[in-house]
């Protein structure tokens, strides 16, 4: 009988734990340095800016859509003087990324925010409510992201060119005479 006591009181104790203390597994965080949302059939998954200088900044993000249809995302950020735009379609039925070498962009000019800091980005399709995501700020000191850091665009070198010389106008041509 003591053997029974002592088993049911060792399978209580070791299992009553649950009873006061949530399942670790069971909470949903943000596994990444990046933040997500969750809007309507999207969703936004470890958004981030990375940026070099504080002023220019790539914002990576993948976003999946679950819908049967192509949504055109608003994504909107507050620039030095105005609210700033950009619309990117998001694929049915699959997952968009964003800010990846080789596929779509969104670039963040005028940022005034350097690494470690928080910037508001703002993500809106069709007439439901968006949401406003608490971006971090990041930098290219991680090799994971060093390959992800805005780079200037190239500038184009104009080259003179000697002008055309000019082509003499062909002499005229003299007319058919017939034989007499």
Known sequence: MAT?????????????CNLFAPQ??????????????????????????????????????????????????????EGVDEKVDRT???????????GIPGGESVAVQNLNATAGSLFPVYFQYGDLTGVELLVPV??????EYSTLVPTEPPVPTVTPTEPAAEVPAPAATPEATTAP
Do not use: F, K, P, W
């Open 88 to 98: 990117l379609t998001i694929d049915a039925n699959a997952t968009t990324e964003i």
């Open 138 to 143: 990041l930098d290219g000191t991680l090799a």
């Open 24 to 77: 670790a597994t069971t909470i949903q965080y943000d596994a990444s340095d990046g933040v997500s949302g969750d809007l309507g059939d999207l969703a936004i998954r470890n958004a981030m800016l990375i940026t070099e200088d504080g002023e220019n900044a790539n914002l990576v993000v993948h976003v999946v859509n679950s819908a049967d249809e192509d949504i055109e995302l608003l994504v909107q950020y």
């Open 4 to 16: 029974v006591v002592v088993a049911a009181g060792i399978l209580l104790g070791t299992s009553g």
